[in-house]
C-alpha cells in the first residue's frame, strides 16, 4: 500500500497478511492505494483505494463550536463529529458516541450511540458539565456541554436576595441572575424575566426581558412586586419581592 499526500502518492510500504487477505494497520487518516501479486515472480495487481478516517473534533451541530457549550436545563444540544480527511464519509456504524462524565445524579442520554455523525445530547436535568465523546476506530474527539439553571435573583452587583426596598414611587430597581454552576455563562437569550405579580392597578414590567440583568420599571402603587427569573422552560427559576 502507498499514502497519498496532498501533492503526490508516496512510496509503497507492506501490510499484513496471507492466502486472499491483507491487512492495512496505519493510524494516519487519509487516501491509500493498495496493489497485489501472488509471489515475488508475479507483476503487481494495482487495486482499488481505501480511505482510512477519523474523528477530526466534535463540534455543536452546523457550526464551528467546539464548547463549552451552554444549554438550559431541560433542554438537548445537537452534535456532529467532523472527519479527517474533511468531506469524507464514516464507514458504516461509526463513529460511536458516549457520555464520558456528567453531575453525580444525571442520567443524559446521546441518540443515536453509534452510525451517525450526528446525535443529540438529552436528558438535562441537573445543572453542571456533561463530556460527550465521538469515536471512530482509535480516533476520538470530546465536547463538554455546561447545563445552566438560574440559581438565585439578587439586586444587580450584590448579594442580597431580598426583599428590596423601592424608596419613592417612580424608582427603579436593577436586578441580576447568578447561574448555576456558579460562574458560567447563560445561553444566547437567555435567563428570561416576568413579574409574577404586583399591586392592583400597577403596571410595572422589566426591561430587557432577556439576559442576565433585568431594570424593574414604573413603580408608581405602594405594595409589593415579584419578579422572576427563569433559564428555559422547564427551569423552576427564583424570584425576588421588590417592596
Known amino acids: 500500500y502507498r499514502p497519498n499526500s496532498s501533492s503526490s502518492w508516496g512510496s509503497w510500504g507492506s501490510a499484513s497478511g496471507g492466502d486472499n487477505t ?14 497485489a501479486r501472488n509471489g515475488s515472480a508475479d507483476t503487481w495487481k494495482e487495486s482499488s483505494e481505501v480511505t482510512v478516517v477519523a474523528v477530526d473534533k466534535v463540534v455543536k451541530q452546523g457550526t464551528a463550536d467546539e464548547g463549552p457549550l451552554f444549554v438550559c436545563i431541560g433542554g438537548s444540544v445537537n452534535l456532529e463529529a467532523k472527519p479527517n480527511p474533511s468531506g469524507v464519509s464514516f464507514p458504516t456504524g461509526e463513529p460511536h458516541w458516549s457520555i464520558q462524565s456528567q453531575p453525580a445524579g444525571a442520567s443524559a442520554l446521546v441518540n443515536p450511540t453509534s452510525g451517525s455523525a450526528t446525535t443529540t445530547l438529552s436528558s438535562l436535568t441537573i445543572a453542571g458539565n456533561y463530556v460527550v465523546k465521538g ?9 463538554t456541554i455546561t447545563v445552566v439553571k438560574v440559581d438565585k435573583v439578587v439586586k444587580q452587583g450584590t448579594t442580597d436576595e431580598g426583599p428590596l426596598y423601592a424608596v419613592c414611587p417612580g424608582d427603579t430597581v436593577n436586578l441580576e441572575a447568578k447561574p448555576n454552576p456558579l460562574g458560567v455563562s447563560f445561553p444566547a437569550g437567555e435567563p428570561h424575566w416576568e413579574i409574577v405579580s404586583q399591586p392592583t392597578g400597577a403596571s410595572a ?32 427559576g427564583d424570584t425576588i419581592d421588590v417592596v
Open 22 to 35: 491483507a491487512i492495512l494497520s496505519t493510524t494516519t487518516p487519509g487516501l491509500y492505494q493498495y496493489r
Open 135 to 143: 469515536a471512530c476506530g482509535t480516533s476520538s474527539d470530546t465536547i
Open 205 to 236: 414590567f422589566v426591561s430587557p426581558s432577556q439576559g442576565p440583568t433585568a431594570t424593574l420599571y414604573l413603580l408608581v402603587k405602594p405594595g409589593t412586586y415579584v419578579v422572576k427569573s427563569k433559564c428555559g422552560a422547564s427551569d423552576n
